[in-house]
């Protein structure tokens, strides 16, 4: 963890400081050696959804507020508590995940969590990126610029993410340096929770908006408006017998959902 508690103070490991878990209250030890990024440790570590820190982590951590990071959430129901990485001023929860996850802890930190994002490190597994950048070109355009549909979820990212009930954001950049601004790994590619027809919807943006609009709370707001922008419930499929019914290959065409017909690109 990056804070311990000390006399009621958040503080950041540092060599021969003491501290304690604000979430269980054991005394936790200063870790600073040389390779990994200093932090506390637990003896056995109270939260089981805790992952070890990489330095991904750590850095998108760090774009919030410190008295966001690492916040102590508590079920009232259950009375299970969890060390959440970011919560936000408007009740948002950021989580951010390296490791692969179980589908069954994916599923119960969704729903303690509740108003959820997942933030994915989409560098652990090279096959992520290839699989993504291979299937990148089948993104369909829709009305609304940098919003995609995507027939079969399953061939562009980690499968274990397809069912998630909340958002999740591909961050497949990490920490390296990209080839320029061309670089598709500058954006983040947000799979929606909601589906049309049988399309995944799939929003990009740059990570700067994405922590501009979670930190002035207007996140929700954005999403919520993609959604009511592309879900006007027609889905490409269900215009099997209009005069336009299937996608054109050039890419000349473009899905509108509002009119639920392929119309003929002017920009772009
Ligand atoms: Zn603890």
Same mark, same amino acid.
């Given at each position: 963890?990056?804070?311990?508690?000390?006399?009621?103070?958040?503080?950041?490991?540092?060599?021969?400081?003491?501290?304690?878990?604000?979430?269980?209250?054991?005394?936790?030890?200063?870790?600073?050696?040389?390779?990994?990024?200093?932090?506390?440790?637990?003896?056995?570590?109270?939260?089981?959804?805790?992952?070890?820190?990489?330095?991904?982590?750590?850095?998108?951590?760090?774009?919030?507020?410190?008295?966001?990071?690492?916040?102590?959430?508590?079920?009232?129901?259950?009375?299970?508590?969890?060390?959440?990485?970011?919560?936000?001023?408007?009740?948002?929860?950021?989580?951010?995940?390296?490791? /692969? @996850?179980? &589908?069954?802890?994916?599923?119960?930190?969704?729903?303690?969590?509740? =108003?959820?994002?997942?933030?994915? +490190? #989409?560098?652990?597994?090279?096959?992520?990126?290839?699989?993504?950048?291979?299937?990148?070109?089948?993104?369909?355009?829709?009305?609304?610029?940098?919003?995609?549909?995507?027939?079969?979820?399953?061939?562009?990212?980690?499968?274990?993410?397809?069912?998630?009930?909340?958002?999740?954001?591909?961050?497949?950049?990490?920490?390296?340096?990209?080839?320029?601004?061309?670089?598709?790994?500058?954006?983040?590619?947000?799979?929606?929770?909601?589906?049309?027809?049988?399309?995944?919807?799939?929003?990009?943006?740059?990570?700067?908006?994405?922590?501009?609009?979670?930190?002035?709370?207007?996140?929700?707001?954005?999403?919520?408006?993609?959604?009511? /922008? @592309?879900? &006007?419930?027609?889905?490409?499929?269900?215009?099997?017998?209009?005069? =336009?019914?299937?996608?054109?290959? +050039? #890419?000349?065409?473009?899905?509108?959902?509002?009119?639920?017909?392929?119309?003929?690109?002017?920009?772009?």
């Amino acid at each position: 963890m990056k804070y311990a508690l000390n006399n009621g103070a958040r503080i950041e490991a540092s060599k021969g400081t003491r501290g304690t878990c604000p979430c269980c209250g054991s005394e936790l030890i200063a870790r600073c050696g040389d390779i990994k990024i200093h932090h506390w440790a637990h003896k056995s570590s109270c939260d089981p959804w805790w992952e070890t820190e990489t330095e991904w982590h750590r850095l998108w951590k760090n774009r919030y507020p410190p008295k966001w990071q690492e916040f102590l959430t508590l079920d009232e129901e259950t009375g299970e508590r969890h060390i959440a990485d970011v919560k936000t001023e408007a009740d948002l929860i950021i989580e951010f995940q390296h490791s /692969a @996850i179980d &589908p069954q802890e994916r599923l119960q930190r969704e729903r303690h969590y509740k =108003n959820l994002i997942w933030v994915v +490190d #989409g560098t652990r597994l090279k096959r992520d990126f290839k699989r993504f950048s291979n299937q990148y070109n089948e993104l369909i355009k829709t009305n609304k610029p940098g919003i995609f549909l995507i027939d079969h979820d399953e061939g562009i990212f980690n499968k274990s993410w397809l069912t998630s009930s909340v958002p999740v954001i591909f961050d497949f950049k990490g920490i390296n340096p990209t080839d320029g601004d061309h670089d598709i790994r500058n954006s983040l590619y947000c799979l929606l929770q909601i589906k049309l027809g049988r399309y995944s919807i799939i929003a990009e943006f740059s990570r700067e908006a994405f922590i501009k609009s979670t930190i002035n709370g207007t996140w929700s707001i954005h999403i919520q408006n993609f959604i009511n /922008a @592309i879900s &006007p419930k027609k889905a490409p499929d269900s215009h099997q017998n209009q005069t =336009n019914p299937t996608k054109p290959k +050039d #890419g000349s065409h473009f899905f509108d959902p509002k009119s639920g017909k392929w119309k003929r690109r002017t920009r772009w």
